[in-house]
């Protein structure tokens, strides 16, 4: 077995073709656009066979650089933070407790859905947390984090390889099911965005006329540097943060930054044209995100998934099954049946499958096509990306007793 290892640059260089390759893709199959499917994840998604190919038939396993890709969600979550003014905030407070409530309750199930299998197919004891989630909401870097110690405990010596190849399947399955979703439920119910909301990320794809917010290069580097510059006051802020006792990532940090500066700076310096709701900032973040999820899903080794088993595709259907339930019949319905809700509930696959950042890349393919949400995109992130991941390490802490 030999590999192929692609350095940073041509990691990214290929991470922008692949998503051209999906965009081709999504524009020649009309199904791929109707059902909202970003573009980022058909080009990765194809990127990842083409590896599985190389490593199966030509015995040489591709190895991607990812170091620009953690740069790239820092940039994401940042804008998503310059985005979210304390109005926002604070009109959101009652959908922001009800989507936590509903992910904690969605969190106990999931979790009784993977001791349930662990009983009845006669897995390890060790592989619930792996099979629950650990792995499905809390992803890769989650993982990872509690392999070690699941081993150890129970004995479990292949408990990596198991909940790596749950976390993957989940982000791939969170790709394809929240588009979908949203699409039924809007058609179904007739929803529509409403008049006069600014895109969070992302450009319309249709723009019938001109904006007083059009983009130059002024506008681009403004927003460019008011993003490095809460970027870098995050990385200042780290210290601070872990002497709190708080194990926070950085993405959060740059998302708790980046709402501070945008409900402060406007307020003390009117006179600077802050990139808060500007299509500058709605196209970096866009470009931010994509990138990122190309590179993400492209540098998945889905050979690491060979022989895991009829099992795991079994508890993985189940996973499947009861999240689409969950998310039509009692997040939809408890959001308030809205556009707003709509598109919650195509991110709400990726809090319950997959990752925050793909959780956003559902969100955002649905509000280019119908529309935007911007709400949705400040409520969503501080559930899946903050709260969310605190109760989870509790519940993860209670199961691996």
């Given amino acids: 077995m030999s590999a192929i290892e692609i350095s940073g640059l041509l990691t990214f260089t290929i991470a922008i073709v692949v998503f051209f390759i999906g965009s081709g893709i999504n524009q020649a199959i009309p199904p791929l656009r109707q059902f909202n499917i970003p573009e980022a994840v058909t080009g990765g998604l194809l990127a990842a066979l083409a590896t599985l190919i190389a490593y199966r038939f030509l015995d040489t396993a591709i190895v991607f650089d990812l170091g620009a890709r953690d740069m790239l969600l820092l940039y994401f979550f940042t804008g998503i933070g310059l985005n979210a003014r304390v109005s926002d905030l604070v009109a959101g407070g009652r959908p922001l407790v009800i989507l936590l409530l509903l992910t904690v309750v969605y969190l106990i199930i999931q979790n009784l859905i993977a001791l349930g299998a662990v009983g009845v197919l006669g897995l390890p004891e060790g592989l619930t947390v792996f099979l629950g989630s650990a792995s499905l909401i809390g992803g890769h870097g989650t993982t990872i984090a509690w392999a070690p110690l699941i081993s150890a405990r129970f004995g479990v010596a292949n408990a990596l390889e198991v909940g790596i190849a749950v976390a993957t399947l989940g982000l791939v399955l969170a790709s394809l099911a929240g588009g979908p979703i949203a699409r039924y439920l809007i058609t179904r119910h007739g929803l529509k965005s409403g008049r006069g909301q600014e895109a969070v990320v992302g450009l319309p794809k249709a723009v019938d006329e001109r904006t007083d917010d059009d983009i130059s290069h002024v506008s681009l580097l403004r927003t460019v540097l008011v993003l490095n510059l809460a970027i870098l006051i995050a990385f200042g802020l780290e210290e601070a943060v872990e002497w709190t006792g708080l194990k926070l990532p950085m993405f959060v940090v740059c998302l708790l930054v980046g709402i501070a500066l945008t409900n402060t700076v406007p307020r003390l310096l ?81 809090i319950s499958l997959g990752a925050t950042p793909t959780a956003i890349a559902n969100m955002t393919a649905v509000t280019k096509t119908h529309g935007p949400s911007p709400r949705a995109f400040i409520i969503l992130p501080l559930v899946s990306a903050f709260f969310i991941d ?12």
């Avoid at 889905?302 to 499947?320: H, P, Y």
């Avoid at 605190?390 to 007793?401: D, E, H, P, S």
């Fill in 270 to 350: 009117p006179r600077v044209r802050w990139p808060t709701r500007t299509r500058a900032l709605a196209l970096v973040s866009d470009l931010a995100l994509n990138v990122f999820l190309a590179m993400s899903l492209m540098s998945m080794q889905l050979w690491s998934i060979g022989g895991l088993g009829l099992a795991l595709v079994l508890v993985l259907a189940v996973q499947t099954v009861a999240a689409v339930a969950f998310i039509v019949f009692v997040v939809f319905p408890a959001m308030g049946r809205d556009y707003q809700a709509a598109v919650i509930s195509a991110g709400f696959t990726g």
């Fill in 390 to 401: 605190i109760i989870n390490a509790a519940v993860i802490g209670f199961l691996a007793r």
